[in-house]
């Protein structure tokens, strides 16, 4: 990821001293934006969605610590 100006650009992808995937997204002069994933430190997904702007649009999916969903939520951008 780039950090011109101090400013996150590019993908990102962020881990757990375990190694394990946490974080794996994309910023755009900062801010959030298309398809983000979140991961429990066992590895498992805890979420996924997508960001514009930002903020969360559309369904975002959340899992249990097992990987099983257990809830959609649908965001709206204003």
């Known amino acids: ?5 101090g400013i996150p650009d590019g993908k990102c992808e962020e881990y757990y001293r375990n190694g394990n995937l946490k974080t794996k997204g994309k910023f755009e002069k900062g801010k959030k ?3 983000w994933a979140y991961y429990h430190q066992s590895g498992e997904k805890e ?10 649009v559309k369904v975002w999916k959340y899992y249990d610590n097992n990987g099983n969903l257990k ?4 965001y709206s951008y204003f």
């Not at 979420?47 to 969360?56: A, L, P, R, T, W």
């Not at 809830?71 to 649908?74: I, N, Q």
């Open 47 to 56: 979420s996924e969605g997508k960001y514009k702007n930002d903020e969360k």
């Open 33 to 35: 934006v298309g398809k």
């Open 71 to 74: 809830d959609e939520v649908r």
């Open 1 to 5: 990821m780039d950090y011109s100006g």
